[in-house]
């Protein structure tokens, strides 16, 4: 009997409640994809979600799913992977839910590195409250609650992850079936936390936001797609490359052609490395920017601290280990 | 060393049926220690006891200062003793600032045991003292002894090179073996103690032993010029069995344990941090062989949002806080009974509103348990009324979560986490074991997302579903559910059932549980004293008293608040009055008003202290008499 499962044994009968044309269609085709490829089981599958759009994914994935409340899945996702380790646990956030009113669940449970994998869908909008700016709006974005432009300074998702200790960073566009899909396989083999930033278009309240760097026309130039150990290489026919530059400690865009031997090769578990690509403007980093192997908190949590979960003991015994006396 | 005489030589001062003792100083003067010992050798010694310690809110509040006292009260005798007592009888006071502190509550008549060494001019300024009140004929009505503890302890342990500050630290044992010798006591389950607990410290356990053997033999000589009074006071006869001491904190924590054992599942219990709920967490941290695993999450919401993903997952997740950390958790918890799923939340209640009072206790989370949710969102809420209880409780609580699929709130508070009390240990053998909603079988037939919410007819709990399980893939969430399908529905009729549903599942936990039954006295009558949760003890013994004086008074206490029992509108109509002391403003009156229509009396105590036997004693002297008296 074959096993193999296809993307479709991974979609839901349910009615999709997603605008037409907005970008988590194309994650979720992908994601489903990247499942089936990885032969992952269905009944050992939970996607747990907080409140936002993104977070309807749950419902349109065959697997167990989990829609839980406003910025809170990481917790409710650490619980259920703390008593089964052996589930593979993802998380559908987006920037409101994971950045903003769970930001704090985000920042514990990148620390914690538990195994959880956490794809947030990065629209730099609120979508299903209508329209109002969010943490990673740039400032002046002008929405319904920001008529003259928004105030805050943005939020970089990578900065965040980074600064909070995460093990694992990576980013890819909600369109980009190849380089999505490789950032899921990579982020679902790393034992630990996984943040997967997802540029997600909004084509209702915030469309073709990051246009600068998806349209086709401009794609190559401004995109960089790295590999690591591989040379970082940009450009319609790799003419670009990154090179360090040690007296302003940045990234120079340089002629590769010329100087291939001044081109830096990516080493994603360089972490200084990783906060440079972060900050680039443009080219935009994608693919693996940051990722450095740790024991995982569920490990650490059954080996070192607290219980096996084995029941070794009994209640009886451990009510009598105190004083206790007799009456007759 | 000095050997203790026999007993039997012994000068019987004072024998009584009971004695509240109260010992107080610095935080840093180990005086709970002291305390804690002292009880474990009242154990043994077969008096029956009831303890509280008072602990300053300032985890290091300066020394002499008047805030910075922390007591330990203890009540013991011929049982059954089920308050920490009103009135001390015996004071032991380290310093000016807990004499000034104590002396207040201290019976006139009363007994204070001072350490005249710290009664320096800077000390009583300290304390708010201008002048020595042992010089001002303030201390005229009690029996003074004044000693020079400090010294005393450190000519005694003088051979061991301490440092005098080290050295100094030693005067709790010094003091316990006085004590010791005052209530005829054997030394050697402390000195056993001591031998374990500095096992790794030789010094400090060679002279704490020594302290506490010059404290004892100080006694003795003391006692040739009667200036030490001893007392013999009555032993209980308790029910035949095992005994041990246990405080709230301590019995919440094994009975928890003990329905995951009852339940054959696993416990996660999550919490966050906070006064007076912490002790729950370290005692449960301890209990891993027992099958239990613990998270100190990033918030008090991360905490019980991982306790739901525990039960999402299979096990039985329990979080733990005090009223500020439960409004947080209180958004999840309606996400725990949308999604039908078991959890346990604990609040040890303290003093409010907002930060208020964190070490002193209070009952008025009430309406937070009942009503405290967003939506039309019940659940079931109990009350342990004693430390030994705690352990009842805890696992009746887990057996409605697990029956009904549904949270569950027990509440305690810091009085009984605190608190202690000789408890008879139970035969786990006897206890039922706790029977959870099982998976259904797979049906390839029918969708899996109806299968896990075919519920029960008499519990309304649907089948135990977790990630892992085969062929039972569903989704599950905070939107409203149809009712059938279990998918999402924004259909009317549908939200109305389901809403409905929600009411009829807590209200079938009535159906389980055991009628209401009237503790003291008879089942009809003039006066009924309801209470519920802590006030269990000074109720108790006020309605006693009371009867004893010849009052037609009874007594019935609440463990279940929602659902309250199916008999309890009759029970209360059988008296003319109903009389609920509570330590709020009348909170349980107001759900006996809303839920059963009855009108109570209420007698309202807000002040972070335990509520008195004697001033529940006063209540049901006005209460009775004007019954009686025929009055309006
Ligand atoms: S509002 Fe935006 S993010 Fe939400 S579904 Fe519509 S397009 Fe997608």
């Given at each position: ?78 619980g ?226 607290s219980s ?21 | ?251 919440l924590s094994?009975?928890i344990a003990?329905?995951g ?5 696993n416990i996660l219990f999550c919490s ?8 729950l967490l370290h005692r449960l941290a301890?209990l891993g062989?027992?099958?239990v695993g613990t998270f100190q999450a ?5 905490a019980?949002?991982a306790a739901?993903?525990a039960?999402?997952?299979?096990m039985i997740g329990v979080t733990s ?23 346990l939340?604990v ?286």
């Amino acid at each position: 009997m074959s096993t193999e499962l296809t993307a479709k044994d991974f979609t839901t009968s349910q009615e999709i409640r997603w605008c037409p044309g907005c970008g988590d269609y194309a994650i979720l085709k992908t994601v489903t994809k990247a499942l089936a490829d990885a032969g992952a089981k269905r009944e050992n599958t939970a996607f747990i979600s907080g409140i936002g759009c993104s977070s309807r994914f749950p419902y349109y994935v065959d697997t167990y799913g989990f829609h839980t409340i406003h910025g809170r899945a990481p917790a409710v996702a650490t619980g259920l992977k703390l008593v089964n380790p052996v589930l593979d646990v993802w998380v559908v956030t987006g920037d409101g839910d994971g950045l903003s009113i769970g930001g704090n669940h985000l920042l514990h449970t990148l620390r914690r590195n538990i195994g959880l994998k956490i794809l947030l869908f990065n629209n730099e909008i609120y979508g299903l409250t209508k329209g109002q700016y969010s943490p990673t709006s740039r400032p002046g974005t002008r929405t319904p609650s920001s008529p003259r432009g928004s105030l805050d300074t943005q939020l970089s998702a990578g900065a965040f992850a980074l600064g909070a200790g995460a093990h694992f960073f990576a980013r890819a566009i909600d369109t980009d079936k190849k380089g999505l899909g490789s950032v899921l396989e990579a982020a679902q083999k790393h034992d630990g936390t996984s943040l997967v930033e997802i540029f997600q278009n909004c084509i209702v309240y915030n469309d073709n936001v990051f246009g600068a760097f998806t349209d086709k026309a401009t794609a190559a130039d401004a995109q960089l797609r790295l590999q690591h150990g591989e040379p970082m290489l940009f450009g319609a026919d790799n003419e670009k490359g990154l090179s360090l530059n040690t007296k302003t400690l940045q990234l120079d865009v340089i002629d590769a052609k010329k100087h291939p031997e001044n081109v830096m090769r990516h080493d994603a578990h360089n972490k200084i490395l990783a906060q440079m690509l972060i900050e680039l403007n443009l080219p935009v980093a994608l693919g693996v920017i940051y990722e450095n192997a740790a024991a995982p908190y569920e490990k650490t949590f059954y080996t070192e601290h607290s219980s096996h979960f084995t029941r070794t003991g009994k209640v009886a015994d451990a009510l009598r280990r105190t004083n206790t006396w007799t009456v007759t | 060393m000095r050997r203790r005489a026999p007993s039997e030589f012994m000068k019987k001062e004072h024998k009584r049926n009971s004695i509240v003792i109260r010992l107080a100083g610095d935080s840093g003067d180990g005086v709970q220690l002291m305390g804690s010992q002292f009880a474990a050798s009242t154990a043994l010694h077969g008096n029956d006891f009831s303890t509280f310690p008072d602990f300053p809110a300032e985890i290091r509040a300066p020394a002499g200062s008047t805030f910075g006292v922390s007591a330990y009260q203890m009540n013991l005798g011929g049982g059954p003793i089920t308050t920490a007592g009103d009135a001390p009888q015996v004071l032991v006071a380290f310093n000016p600032a807990a004499l000034k502190v104590s002396l207040p509550l201290l019976e006139p008549g009363g007994l204070i045991l001072l350490n005249s060494d710290s009664f320096t001019t800077r000390n009583l300024v300290k304390a708010g003292y201008a002048n020595d009140p042992r010089e001002t004929g303030e201390l005229d009505s009690y029996q003074l002894v004044a000693t020079e503890i400090s010294s005393l302890n450190l000519e005694a342990i003088k051979d061991f090179g301490l440092s005098k500050s080290d050295g100094g630290r030693c005067k709790n044992f010094w003091s316990l073996g006085l004590l010791l010798w005052m209530f005829d006591r054997d030394l050697q389950l402390i000195v056993d103690w001591i031998q374990r607990k500095f096992a790794d410290q030789p010094v400090f356990r060679d002279a704490n032993i020594a302290a506490l053997h010059s404290g004892h033999a100080f006694g003795e000589t003391a006692e040739l010029s009667a200036a030490i009074p001893q007392f013999d006071i009555e032993r209980t006869a308790l029910a035949p069995g095992e005994y041990r001491g246990i405080s709230g904190a301590e019995a919440l924590s094994l009975g928890i344990a003990a329905a995951g054992e009852l339940a054959d599942r696993n416990i996660l219990f999550c919490s966050y941090p906070i006064t007076p709920a912490s002790p729950l967490l370290h005692r449960l941290a301890q209990l891993g062989e027992l099958g239990v695993g613990t998270f100190q999450a990033e918030d008090e919401i991360a905490a019980i949002c991982a306790a739901i993903g525990a039960s999402y997952g299979g096990m039985i997740g329990v979080t733990s806080s005090s009223g500020p950390g439960i409004a947080l958790k209180t958004e999840a918890m309606g996400l725990a009974v949308n999604a039908e799923l078991p959890l346990l939340i604990v609040n040890s209640q303290r003093g409010g509103p907002s930060t208020g009072l964190p070490t002193k206790t209070e009952q008025s989370d009430l309406y937070q348990a009942i009503y405290g949710r967003n939506g039309d969102t019940p659940v079931p809420v109990l009350a342990a009324r004693s430390p030994g209880d705690c352990f009842y409780v805890a696992i009746e609580a887990v057996r409605i979560a697990l029956r009904h699929m549904t949270p569950v709130i027990l509440l305690t508070d810091g009085f009984l986490s605190n608190a202690a009390e000789p408890w008879l240990l139970p035969d786990m053998n006897t206890i039922e074991v706790i029977d959870s909603n099982p998976a259904p079988t797979v049906d390839t037939e029918r969708e899996s997302q109806a299968l896990v919410f075919e519920r029960n007819p008499e519990t309304l709990g649907r089948p135990w579903v977790a990630p892992g399980m085969p062929g039972l893939m569903h989704r599950l969430g905070g939107l409203e559910k149809d009712i059938k399908s279990g998918h999402i529905s924004y259909d009317a009729q549908n939200h109305q059932l389901m809403t409905n549903m929600r009411a009829a599942k807590v209200a079938s936990v009535a159906k389980f549980i055991p009628p209401q039954s009237i503790e003291l006295g008879e089942t009809t009558g003039d006066l009924l004293v309801l209470g519920w949760g802590s006030t269990y003890g000074p109720i108790f013994q006020a309605v006693r008293r009371a009867q004893q004086e010849g009052l037609a008074v009874s007594f019935s206490h609440l463990r279940h608040l929602n659902p309250m029992p199916a008999n309890l509108a009759d029970l209360l109509q059988g008296f003319d009055r109903v009389l609920v002391p509570e330590m709020n403003m009348g909170q349980l009156s107001t759900l006996l008003r809303d839920k059963l229509g009855a009108n109570p009396i209420t007698y309202c105590k807000v002040s972070g202290q335990p509520l008195t036997i004697n001033e529940v004693e006063q209540q049901i002297h006005m209460h009775v008499t004007s019954s009686t008296g025929g009055e309006a």
